[in-house]
């Protein structure tokens, strides 16, 4: 059977989706806020649209005969709109309203994993008055994390210790109006990254990413919605073995049973510490700009997981080409806090040159493609090793030059990977 796909969301994560598909022998049709060149080309159909609005997307799905959905966006799915595309018998590879819960609700995902006895939770409360919240900081002894429970495009938490001092987190949770947040114990050690495949009740998982939150070289600056990551030619990174890499896929398979009934990628965040995985959340969707890193390894037909898992067949194996990548966002100056927009992006995919190319949150005009107040676009390199990754990463990135832009360079270097082995060795005192 020909199979139609709906792709929806604009970004960099979908755009290497949309490419993955493009592999494939699906028909394309995409929607988004923006009006995205990358995914628009490979599309046959390309509707601008507010993926938060279920009927808005249901009414493309039926226009254009969707027989599979895919979504990237967490938004999309805090919004109901894999309810209203299965309701319309366009399966969608993605949770309903409820499942996405286990990201869009932190002070709900720490009392699942409670519940369920899911290991790697860290100590936590939940409060939704604001001054219980800033006793319990008073009183504990050690540092927290702040989380607000709701969604915040990663830019929400404030870590005691590393972001700010217990004062400013008592300032902040005064200062913001939100309802309800958790407090919970300050994990250390490194972040990473595994996303799974998961239908059926079956769980398919991908290599390890890390990824860059922090604005600025060196990790400095505020968080954002991530400045670019970098994978292995293993399944694990080098600063950990692959025996830690399982502890996390066990992590992910725990999640999956508990969860009962879940569809899509479940996507964990992990902090390797010396107390072993801890998970510092969970996402229900691709990572950005992890997809973008584990998109372009995937050895598997992607149309072949989501028509298995439609079909409730048995998810394929997954096969990964053994090479290790770098990605860097370009971003607009003054991201995250005060972005400029209306920049002109004048790389396209030829002047990429090796590396590949993912157009993200601009938008494409009758006289050129200009930033918007997110992420730009990124480029992608892949290769045996991650040095030889990053290189070619950073070429792309020079020939696009950075007017209107900023880009983290030091994302794969070898120097930052070798901090990361540093850190974690030091840690466990070797
Ligand atoms: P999140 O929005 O949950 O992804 O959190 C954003 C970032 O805050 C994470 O990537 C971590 O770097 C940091 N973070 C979140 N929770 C904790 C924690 N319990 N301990 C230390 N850092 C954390
Ligand atoms: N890269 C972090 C995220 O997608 O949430």
Redesign the pocket.
Known sequence: MEETVLLVGGGGREHAIARALSESAATLYACAGNRNPGIARLAEGFETLDTTNPTAVRSYADDVDATLAVIGPEAALAAGVADALDEAGVYTFGPQEDAARIETDKAFQRRFMKQHEIPGC?DFETFDDMEAACEYIDDYDGDL?V?PAGLTG?K??R?IGDQCTAEEAKEYIRDSDYDRIVL????VGE?FTIQGFVANGQLRVTPAVQDH?RAYEGDEGP?TGGMGAYSDAALQLPFMSESEYNDAVDVLRETVDALDGYKGVLYG?FMLTTDGIKV??FNARFGDPEAMNTLPVLGTNFLDVLVAAREEESLPQLSFQRQATVCKYAVPDGYPTDPQSGAEVTIDEESAGEALLYYASVDERDDGIYTTTSRSFAVVGVADSITEAEEIAEEAISAAGEEGLRVRHDIGKPDLVQQRIDHMAELRGE
């Open positions: 860290p994390a989380k990663g929400g938490v870590v919970e114990e300050r994990l972040e939150k968080n965040q510092v959340e």
